[in-house]
């Protein structure tokens, strides 16, 4: 039977995998996702924690399915430290491929939901509470210090900034600053999903100045975050052409299907909405090998003429 939505997964990596352990309830953990991952046939995902480095898990997932890429990052959240430059440098020298920015201990995510954190995941335990966490000074429009040395040392260890859940005033500053630094792999997190949704004229301009930009299938999949048309998207990547695109399931919630089976349904949707396959191809393979350093399995088809 042919089945492009399948292929498309073979060799992929997920960007953008939230599993168990963690301080909120998931329905997989991370040797669950790499048995699911290695069925499907994928390359890898990387792994992501909202209040811990995922690097020391990586490291065993891939000790115990070395048929699959288990890749470590770090968020900067409070659960970290916020911005801390030494928590960054510790987790790349651990192994961290991808360095986020604060995401749900961010500022904008504070006063974006009118609240902080998830409480709709419902955490096991209660955290302290604290003050969002920005990239700015007091002044609203200056960097802060610490992320422009965060900035260096990711650009020094040749890994990815991800901007978590900044505002966009956010990622545009970073986005200069970390250029500026010499980052050469800067994604801009779920922009698809409502609190860092950006049109598309806005991606097109970011990209211009060097970001990958991540959709994640969470926006379209998954009934806690469903909202996005997958038509939406489908315009997105295909006036793109698939270009400076990378794909995450950011899956992981207890309503929502297994990471590989949100990525295929989405993929699906996809090409049936007329998405060309290569387009889709290089977001799922490609793309995502080369903001993340990784030695280059595929390379596209020659176009036919």
């Not at 168990?20 to 290695?38: K, T």
């Not at 995902?45 to 990052?73: C, Q, W």
């Not at 010499?182 to 991606?203: P, Y």
């Amino acid at each position: 039977m042919d089945r492009p939505d399948l292929e498309l997964l073979r060799g992929a990596i997920d960007m953008h995998a939230h599993t168990a352990p963690a301080l909120f309830n998931r329905h997989i953990d991370d040797a669950a996702l790499a048995d699911s991952a290695v069925e499907y046939g994928m390359r890898g995902f990387v792994l992501k924690d909202h209040d811990a480095s995922t690097t020391g898990r990586a490291y065993y997932v891939n000790r115990m399915y070395p048929d699959v890429e288990s890749i470590g990052a770090v968020v900067l959240n409070r659960s970290v430290g916020g911005l801390n430059p030494y928590v960054a440098e510790a987790a790349i020298h651990y192994g961290a491929r991808v360095v986020w920015m604060p995401s749900n201990h961010s500022k904008h995510h504070a006063e974006y939901f009118s609240m902080p954190d998830y409480p709709q995941f419902g955490r096991l335990r209660k955290q302290l509470p604290g003050e969002g966490v920005t990239v700015f000074e007091e002044d609203g429009k200056t960097l802060k210090k610490e992320a422009r040395q965060i900035c260096e040392i990711v650009a020094e260890n040749d890994v990815a900034l991800a901007t978590g859940h900044l505002s966009l005033a956010e990622i545009t500053t970073l986005l200069e600053a970390a250029r500026q630094a010499g980052v050469t792999r800067f994604i801009v997190t779920h922009a698809n999903w409502s609190l860092c949704k950006l049109d598309l004229e806005v991606q097109k301009d970011l990209i211009a100045k060097g970001a990958t930009i991540e959709y994640v299938a969470s926006s379209c999949v998954s009934p806690i975050f469903w909202e996005q048309q997958p038509d939406e998207l489908a315009q997105w990547i295909t006036e793109l052409k698939g270009e400076n695109i990378v794909f995450g399931s950011d899956l992981g919630q207890y309503a929502g299907p297994p990471h590989p089976e949100g990525l295929r349904m989405l993929l699906a949707a996809l090409l049936e909405l007329g998405v060309p396959y290569e387009y889709l191809e290089k977001t799922m393979k490609w793309n995502s090998e080369k903001v993340l350093g990784l030695e280059p399995s595929w390379a596209p088809a020659i176009p036919k003429s």
